[in-house]
């Protein structure tokens, strides 16, 4: 069983920056994309930034200049740097893996994290 795991949530003040993680864990031959997704209280889970395998990259509008996504293939890990963070960035911050193989010949699957909070204050 494959497990993202994210981490570096927490407070900070307006105009800060956060570095968040993902790091999947379990048997894995080959990721495809990986992405960060943020759900605000009341609002619907919403896609912030996906990477593909090759690196091509897609950001939400609301992020683009302040948040670059990169990933270590190595390390099955996915990072979100954030910049002049607004409180509106306010959310949990969930990672997603897809296209996840195994094996070479493994069927293509897709995982959640459970969510690192990110609290910007004004």
């Known amino acids: 069983q494959v497990q993202p795991l994210e981490s570096g949530g927490g407070l900070v003040q307006a105009g800060g920056s956060l570095r968040l993680s993902c790091a999947a864990s379990?048997?894995?031959?080959?990721?495809?994309?990986m992405a960060w997704y943020r759900q605000a209280p009341g609002k619907q889970r919403e896609l912030v930034a996906i990477?593909?395998?090759?690196?091509?990259?897609n950001y939400v509008d609301s992020v683009k200049g302040r948040f670059t996504i990169s990933r270590d293939n190595a390390k099955n890990t996915v990072y979100l740097q954030m910049n002049s963070l607004k409180p509106e960035d306010t959310a949990v911050y969930y990672c997603n893996v897809a296209g996840v193989r195994e094996w070479v010949l493994g069927s293509p699957a897709a995982y959640w994290g459970q969510g690192t909070q990110v609290i910007v204050s004004a």
């Open positions: 990477i593909q395998g090759g690196g091509n990259t």
């Open positions: 379990g048997s894995i031959y080959s990721i495809n994309t």
